[in-house]
């Protein structure tokens, strides 16, 4: 089967989705076509996070985390109220335990105010009038945070590109990518074969191997590091309102274990953060030997280890032992008991690290001819997904080149 098109997308998540649904927003003319390797979408980061909308508090003033977030939380949730997706404004606090979080906490609260999210931090009688349960001697209150289903999200924008003419073909694995002068020609295994006049690699857990595929030296690799999650059972529920997070270590790119309602009305625990042993390393037991020797032998993740060990150590810890979890929730709530959770599913995180071990903190784009690569996308990517299908719209019809 031979296709031709302007514009190709490579990866069905929320930001493949969200840059199809603005180009044909603003290019309608443009002929889009979304391949996806599962034979559904948003199966990945996107359908294996949090849920969480996300305000913008912890990313450095001027960044491209903190202006995304800021800019596609506010078209998130027009969008949402435009279309009729179900997301709530639940807010959420950021809990310090110990005299020693206040600094770090203080430093977050500014960022906060520079990033004009709504916040202020709050005494410990406060934060028991919003979280009863919760233990903190002070927080950071963040009414602007809000929850979301981001897979009903992408239903909906699913919807939306193929009333507008656009294509979404699930079950299509890349193969080849073939860039020309003019084109290019990408081959899945099932035997399609599209020619576009751009490329978007919007591949996630994969971005490095597709931006590869297409010719590009890649200046990092992709690391799979999974969040393991519980659940409060039914009768735990009530110990928590809303968010419940902690303080984050500053030296460490993860927020640490948390309290997460849902718009289901559920309340997940976690994530912790442990290398992966296959890029879709669910569980413990999915191993990708192939893969596991390429995340263990790249010189960048040697360093990371190297000068992470002993976080990576308890990380672990956790992911083996039910109790060492509950003592790290039970930092925030006391009162958690093991019998409270039930276990829940995991979710991968796509770890850009660079190859002198700095783990690859904000949004990275990079053009190869043709071929627009999304090369690092981590949190808070399904919150700023719409802003950032803006920026790749733009990006895709400027010749400049596009590292930001």
């Not at 808070?380 to 802003?387: E, F, K, Q, R, V």
């Amino acid at each position: 089967m031979n296709k031709h098109t302007d514009i190709v997308i490579i990866g069905g998540g929320v930001v493949g989705l969200a840059t199809a649904y603005t180009i044909k927003e603003k290019h309608p003319k443009k002929s889009v076509i979304v391949i996806e390797k599962e034979n559904s979408l948003s199966s990945h980061q996107t359908g294996n996070n949090s849920g969480v909308i996300h305000s913008g508090i912890y990313y450095k003033p001027g960044s491209l985390k903190a202006i995304n977030c800021r800019k596609g939380k506010r078209a998130l949730e027009k969008f949402c109220q435009k279309e009729g997706v179900n997301f709530e404004t639940c807010g959420k606090v950021i809990v310090a335990t110990s005299e020693s979080e206040l600094p770090a906490m203080h430093k977050i609260h500014k960022r906060g105010k520079a990033n004009n999210v709504n916040c202020r931090v709050i005494n410990k009688e406060e934060l028991n009038e919003l979280e009863p349960h919760a233990s903190g001697i002070a927080a950071i209150h963040v009414p602007e945070a809000g929850i979301i289903n981001y897979k009903n999200f992408c239903s909906v924008l699913a919807k939306k590109i193929e009333s507008n003419d656009g294509q979404i073909m699930t079950g299509q694995k890349v193969n080849f990518i073939t860039p020309s002068r003019e084109t290019v020609t990408i081959q899945t295994v099932e035997g399609v074969e599209i020619e576009a006049k751009k490329v978007i690699n919007c591949a996630g857990l994969y971005s490095d191997i597709i931006a590869e595929k297409g010719g590009a030296k890649s200046e990092m690799k992709i690391v799979p590091f999974r969040g393991e999650y519980y659940e409060l059972n039914d009768n735990a529920k009530g110990l928590v309102n809303n968010l419940i997070y902690p303080v984050p270590d500053p030296n460490f790119p993860f927020l640490g274990v948390h309290f997460t309602r849902m718009v289901d009305g559920g309340v997940e625990c976690g994530p912790n953060a442990v290398l992966a042993f296959a890029r879709e390393g669910y569980t413990k037991l999915k191993i990708n030997p192939n893969e596991l020797i390429e995340s263990l032998s790249y010189p960048g993740f040697i360093k990371l280890a190297s000068k992470y060990w002993k976080t990576g150590l308890g990380e672990v810890w956790r992911s083996y032992s039910k109790k060492a979890f509950v003592k790290a929730l039970s930092k925030l709530i006391p009162e958690i008991k093991s019998e409270h959770l039930k276990s829940a599913p995991a979710g991968v995180r796509a770890q850009a690290v660079s190859l002198d071990g700095s783990m690859v903190d904000d949004f990275y784009f990079s053009r190869n001819g043709n071929i627009l690569n999304v090369c690092n996308a981590p949190s808070p990517a399904a919150t700023a997904s719409l802003n950032i299908a803006k920026i790749i719209t733009c990006l895709l019809y400027t010749s400049d080149a596009a590292d930001e």
